[in-house]
């Protein structure tokens, strides 16, 4: 119904109904109170003259006609723009003249419903008083250190570090109207001269947001200066603000040219960020991350290449460059060939494990879908992956080669910008959050040291004290035991006419959920109650809309715990059966996202209840290391030892995400540097091609690796032991990128008894070339081959080092590369089997094989497998096709393949 003009007055009514109870002397009351960021008396005082000072300008205002609406919006914008020392002595007035347009805009619309409705034209939508308070807190209003105000109305002093500045987070809770709040910052924030950045975590809701404002935007006229989007599409308008990277990067891997950017004319405007939700900057897929560009080059002979790797899956990068479409490439663009020589490799490793990233198929715009979150979107590319999803639909007749070769080509990396040193550059971030008080001491720091966050405020609910019950949390030993206690909860509210909100994980949990015998029994196959809602849902409002009817059980992914608006309609669910019932089925390891689901409920004054259920399985699993105890029943809150456990996996995972910002930085400035050179043309083509080239190696897949390097120094090898030498350097350098990325290396040589090749110090480990080419000048040959003392020195360094470092251990992926050229001497399969599958398996570690030779791929199959795979690997048939085990002809040809080697296995992580 609230979709719907006609009863929008009716919602209104309901709403101010619900909140006149909170008014400013109860809120003031209520700040001071607080048990986070708590208001002194005297600030309470100023905070309460303000707001005098507001509705008596607001009600000055609101006596006018709401056709007078075109009069009110030019005589606000000539008020703002009256001298820059405005605001700071009338901010309070101004804000009114602004809240009092909006609120004469919903007049305008409604009036125009009257006759259908009955209601009279005085019903209109306004900004509570908790909301005006948020905004004086915001602006610093209230501040007796006026230097927070002029900090945000002024230019930035030439010199003055960016973290002086008023940065600020307000505590708003879910269902409190953080959108007016954003959209009325916005709407001032553009007036005072500053272009408005409002990022959200959703792009449906950022889009939903900023159409329920345009209308008072363009009344003002500052759409052009406000922009409500993703992080991600935040990113992309700042990374070509002075030009379109893309397009300059295509141009110059296309025709080896610079082409200079039209620079945009400077707006002489500030910049501000406006957050809605602080867990925005605090997302795995941000602080210490980076957003990464490409661009697609497109070309028939880029295209065979990519059919041949699809067609010879086994083909290795030195018969690839043999065919006649690669050097067509080098024949026209000779300048390609290092981005091709590095590319190759990747496609292969795409090529072998394409079947392991599931996708769909849009069959009408020709696309290939993948799950974000619980979303099926075509937004998503996995690289050369994806290509080759292309190419096995056009086999099976689903699309046409000619709807998809322009997507099927070289893709290559132009830059990796940091999410925090973007978000950096504005003069001012602020924002919102439903989540304050359960910010962490170093969730604030990095906001004060990073962002310039330097003042928090906490505002109570419009609607007085929360009616909701909450059910504590129950544990259970079992999926089993989860999926009936939760069946068995659902019929329960059903059968009282209580709605039922499920959230799960991921969409695959409630799958299984549905298909359970114990769901199967209690609600059947098919089930009028029962519905599903997910990001693919079709229909979605109506959906979310019907969650909140009588005895309506609704199973929902977790994305919709944030952000969704279930608002009971039928007032009968909250006065005689109870409210809306939630019920969470996993553990939240972010205590805001559990607040957030919690929030879904008892909204608007409602009444309402929440159950947490948890299988003591997936709680150990989802805590790591952190918590083994065994604490089954029910529990009215959180039993400390869980609770201390998910404490701990956030600060560690803060910490992960804190260690990762200084590398991010140093490829920042690398890709800001190109970026730079690439607009402006002030190098020659073959610099910039050269810095691409660098970016393009800095790609995700080198991250965080920790390689050994088993190397065969048997009798055999006496003559090529300078070939042994080169071929650990140039994969540690040229493929597991040595020096320039956080990967290090450790080397095991054997014969019939294994070395490891220590520093003085004992470490293992190295970073560092130099001490690598110490190592290798250290190798002889002596004895026979024996497997089995190799692979249990590299069971026992990888146990050193989750031992000695289990913060890496974490955070890194680790690759064993075994080398040989020869059958093994002592034939103890079996126990060569149960030290592989400890290392694949316990250590979570990829095992590969390169052989010197033919016919020795009988020998190595035993031990290959991917990190955490060791079953899935086909060890019955010696001679079909795996990624796992490269075959090379001979010495040289390894030594020359060692850095393809080394980034196929990288690519395959």
């Not at 295209?303 to 006649?324: D, E, M, R, Y």
């Not at 972010?590 to 607040?595: A, C, H, M, R």
Request: proline share 3%; charged share 25%.
């Amino acid at each position: 119904k609230a979709k719907h003009d006609v009863f929008e007055a009716v919602r209104i009514k309901q709403r101010q109904d619900a909140t006149k109870g909170m008014t400013k002397e109860a809120a003031l009351r209520a700040m001071q109170a607080a048990a986070t960021c708590a208001i002194s008396e005297e600030r309470a005082k100023r905070l309460s003259e303000l707001y005098d000072r507001y509705r008596l300008a607001f009600d000055e205002h609101l006596r006018r006609s709401h056709t007078e609406l075109e009069t009110a919006a030019l005589e606000t914008k000539a008020a703002f723009s009256k001298s820059k020392d405005a605001f700071i002595n009338n901010g309070p007035e101004l804000i009114a003249r602004v809240s009092a347009v909006w609120s004469l805009l919903s007049m305008a619309k409604l009036s125009s419903t009257e006759g259908a409705t009955g209601q009279r034209s005085s019903i209109y939508k306004e900004a509570h008083a908790v909301q005006i308070l948020a905004l004086f807190e915001m602006f610093g209003l209230a501040e007796e250190d006026e230097s927070w105000i002029k900090a945000i109305l002024l230019r930035l002093v030439s010199g003055k570090p960016k973290r002086d500045h008023g940065g600020c987070f307000i505590e708003m809770l879910t269902g409190n109207g953080k959108s007016i709040l954003l959209g009325l910052a916005s709407t001032i924030f553009a007036l005072l001269r500053y272009n408005v950045s409002c990022a959200s975590y959703s792009k449906h809701l950022s889009s939903r947001d900023f159409e329920s404002f345009q209308p008072l935007f363009q009344l003002l006229n500052v759409t052009e200066f406000i922009e409500y989007s993703t992080i991600d599409q935040l990113c992309e308008r700042e990374m070509n603000k002075n030009g379109n990277v893309r397009d300059a990067s295509l141009r110059l891997l296309k025709t080896g040219k610079l082409t200079r950017a039209q620079h945009p004319s400077l707006s002489g405007r500030r910049t501000v960020l406006l957050v809605d939700e602080v867990d925005v900057l605090f997302g795995q897929n941000f602080l210490g991350q980076s957003f990464n560009p490409g661009v697609h080059v497109a070309q028939p002979e880029l295209l065979h290449l990519l059919q041949f790797v699809w067609k010879h899956p086994s083909a290795t990068p030195h018969q690839v460059t043999q065919q006649g479409f690669y050097q067509s490439i080098l024949a026209t663009q000779p300048y390609l060939k290092p981005l091709l020589d590095s590319h190759i490799p990747k496609m292969i490793a795409a090529r072998a494990k394409f079947s392991a990233i599931p996708y769909r198929v849009d069959q009408a715009g020709a696309e290939i879908q993948y799950k974000r979150l619980d979303e099926w979107t075509a937004d998503i590319s996995y690289g050369y992956n994806t290509m080759f999803a292309c190419l096995k639909e056009v086999e099976k007749g689903t699309f046409t080669l000619q709807q998809v070769e322009s997507r099927l080509g070289l893709l290559i990396n132009i830059g990796r910008f940091g999410y925090a040193n973007i978000v950096e550059q504005f003069d001012l971030i602020l924002g919102v959050t439903g989540t304050l008080s359960h910010l962490t001491q170093e969730h604030k720091q990095v906001l004060n040291e990073r962002f310039g966050v330097k003042r928090f405020a906490h505002m109570p609910s419009v609607y007085g004290a929360s009616q909701l019950k909450n059910n504590g949390i129950t544990i259970v030993e079992d999926q089993a035991r989860l999926r009936q206690t939760v069946v068995d909860e659902c019929y329960d509210m059903k059968e009282m006419k209580r709605p039922t909100l499920v959230f799960f994980k991921c969409e695959e949990d409630i799958d299984a959920f549905q298909k359970s015998q114990e769901f199967v029994q209690k609600f059947g196959q098919h089930n009028s109650k029962v519905q599903v809602i997910t990001e693919s849902t079709a229909r979605l409002e109506y959906c979310i809309e019907r969650a909140t009817r009588m005895g309506q059980v609704t199973l929902l992914t977790r994305i919709f715990g944030r952000g969704s608006d279930f608002i009971v309609h039928d007032k009968r669910v909250v006065r005689e059966f109870g409210g809306v019932h939630v019920i969470q089925t996993f553990l939240s390891l972010e205590v805001s996202e559990e607040i957030q689901i919690r929030g879904r409920t008892a909204r608007e004054s409602n009444l309402g209840s929440y159950h947490l259920v948890l299988d003591i399985e997936d709680v150990r699993k989802d805590t790591q290391q952190h918590f083994f105890h065994s604490i089954l029943g029910r529990y009215d809150q959180m039993p400390p030892a869980l609770s201390q456990a998910r404490e701990q996996v956030e600060a560690a995972g803060v910490q992960t995400l804190l260690d990762k910002i200084p590398k991010c930085q140093a490829v920042h400035e690398k890709s800001m540097n190109f970026r730079t050179q690439l607009l402006q043309a002030e190098c020659e083509a073959s610099e910039a091609l050269e810095m691409l080239m660098e970016l393009d190696a800095c790609s995700p897949s080198t991250a965080t690796v920790d390689v050994i390097m088993v190397v065969d120094v048997s009798g055999s090898m006496r003559s090529y032991i300078e070939q042994a030498r080169q071929y650990v350097l140039r994969a540690s350098v040229d493929g597991f990128h040595l020096g320039s990325s956080d990967s290090r290396v450790g080397v095991i040589t054997f014969c019939s008894r294994a070395n490891c090749m220590l520093d003085s110090r004992g470490r293992f480990f190295t970073s560092k070339k130099a001490r690598l080419h110490k190592h290798t000048a250290e190798f002889q040959s002596r004895g026979g081959t024996r497997f089995l003392p190799a692979l249990r020195e590299v069971e026992r360094q990888l146990h050193a080092l989750q031992n000695s470092d289990p913060q890496r251990f974490a955070r890194s992926q680790r690759i064993v590369l075994f080398q040989t050229d020869g059958s093994n001497d002592d034939y103890g399969d079996a126990e060569i089997a149960q030290v592989a599958q400890r290392i694949i398996d316990t250590y979570d570690t990829s095992l590969f094989a390169v052989l010197v030779g033919n016919g020795l791929r009988r020998n190595v199959l035993p031990f290959v497998g991917s990190a955490g795979k060791y079953a899935e690997v086909n060890r019955s048939n010696p001679d079909a096709d795996t990624p796992l085990i490269v075959s090379i002809d001979d010495y040289a040809a390894l030594v020359k393949e060692a850095g393809s080697i080394a980034s196929g296995m990288m690519c395959m992580l």
